[in-house]
């Protein structure tokens, strides 16, 4: 995207925010990369506040939660999770895994689709307020990806 349409582009959403009363669009009608950012704040919320008892030093609340937030993870607890989806998440699911995006460096291709996948997925449920399922799945992941990275530090030791 060039420059000129990219402010072009910001200009107009600007202009919606200003619009009272505007509502959320159907997260069904969304673009799956847009769920994913809004799952991408669900997840590292969820994650910084079930990290909060754990230590009060910020350094290793974040290094911790930086970790658990990646794609890498993400995509382990997507695996684990993808077989007791309903018809309607695996919808959402391959959706958000099938959207084009930039890949970093820091995950391979499929680490990262699946994690997109996962955060879009959780996109969806927040916007569509399914809260008691998108707490299972962030408890489910949670639990998964703590024992995930549990296990890797066994193996460095």
Not at 72 to 80: G, H, I, K, L, S
């Amino acid at each position: 995207m060039k420059f000129a349409q990219y402010q072009i582009l910001k200009e107009h959403a600007l202009a919606a925010c200003k619009a009272a009363g505007a509502d959320f669009p159907a997260a069904k009608q969304l673009n799956p990369i847009l769920l994913a950012y809004i799952g991408d704040v669900v997840f590292s919320m969820y994650i910084r506040l079930r990290l909060l008892p754990v230590s009060s030093h910020v350094r290793i609340v974040n290094d911790l939660g930086a970790k658990m937030v990646s794609a890498v993870y993400q995509c382990q607890a997507m695996t684990e999770l993808k077989a007791r989806l309903t018809p309607e998440e695996e919808a959402v699911f391959r959706r958000g895994r099938n959207a084009k995006s930039q890949v970093p460096k820091s995950a391979s291709v499929y680490e990262y689709r699946m994690a997109t996948a996962f955060e879009a997925l959780l996109g969806y449920l927040f916007l569509e307020e399914q809260e008691q399922r998108l707490h299972e799945l962030l408890d489910e992941s949670f639990v998964i990806i703590t024992e995930r990275i549990q296990a890797a530090k066994k193996k460095e030791d």
